[in-house]
């Protein structure tokens, strides 16, 4: 057999497999993501779910815990060219630079109270929930408050959590967990963050 031949065979085989595994995919719902792990791109991959669904005219609202003292290319962006978006952050930057638990904590209640208010928002296709696995791991939200008020959304609202960690409830509760591995990183070369790659 030639390698054509071969080629089509084989791609006949991967059709049929593919074919197969969308008929069983039947059943139509939102769904939970969990970006995690310890590589760079959860929130890229997070905005880029953003376009995604702003191509299909959706709503989406961004809700972000943690950043917020630098400004980020895709929060100019949307604040510039898509100010309809909601776009909210808990705005006290790192905790490594804050080191102020109580302010930390009660920011956070403030930036989910917002978020809980997207979940039930009957109009929303999509709500980025970026860094809020560090609100989990610190203890700063209830995780079991966080958990049921994801569960019990907007039936038509997909969610997308960002951030490393996120504790085995939230994996749990995921229709989807991607996680990033980190093999090599410029910083770690001692290269700086860059516009436009890293921020």
């Known amino acids: 057999m030639d390698k054509n031949s071969k080629h089509k065979k084989a791609m006949e085989k991967q ?13 139509e719902q939102s769904v939970v993501l969990l970006l995690t792990g310890e590589g760079k791109g959860k929130s890229s991959s997070a905005f880029g779910m953003v376009l995604r669904a702003l191509g299909y005219e959706q709503k989406v609202a ?3 815990f943690i950043k917020g003292k630098q400004l980020s290319g895709e929060e100019i ?3 510039q060219h898509l100010p309809a ?20 904590t009660a920011a956070a209640v403030r930036t989910w109270s917002e978020a809980e208010k997207h979940l ?30 994801i569960r019990k959304r907007s039936p038509q ?43």
Not at 16 to 26: N, Q, R
Not at 135 to 145: G, K, P, S, T, V
Not at 163 to 182: C, M, P, Q
Request: charged share 30%; no cysteine; net charge negative.
């Open 15 to 27: 059709k049929a497999a593919v074919d197969a595994a969308i008929l069983d995919a039947d059943s």
């Open 120 to 149: 039930q928002d009957k109009q929303l296709d999509l709500l980025i929930l970026d860094e809020l696995t560090y609100m989990l791991a610190y203890q700063y939200l209830d995780e079991e408050q966080v958990i049921e008020a």
């Open 157 to 199: 609202l997909s969610v997308v959590i960002t951030g490393r960690g996120g504790g085995s409830a939230l994996r749990a509760l995921a229709d989807t967990v991607s996680e990033i591995k980190n093999s090599k990183h410029a910083y770690e070369a001692g290269i700086k963050a860059r516009k436009g790659v890293d921020y």
């Open 62 to 64: 961004v809700i972000q």
């Open 77 to 79: 962006y949307i604040k």
């Open 85 to 104: 978006i909601p776009f909210y952050q808990m705005a006290t930057g790192f905790t490594w630079d804050t080191q102020d638990r109580e302010k930390d």
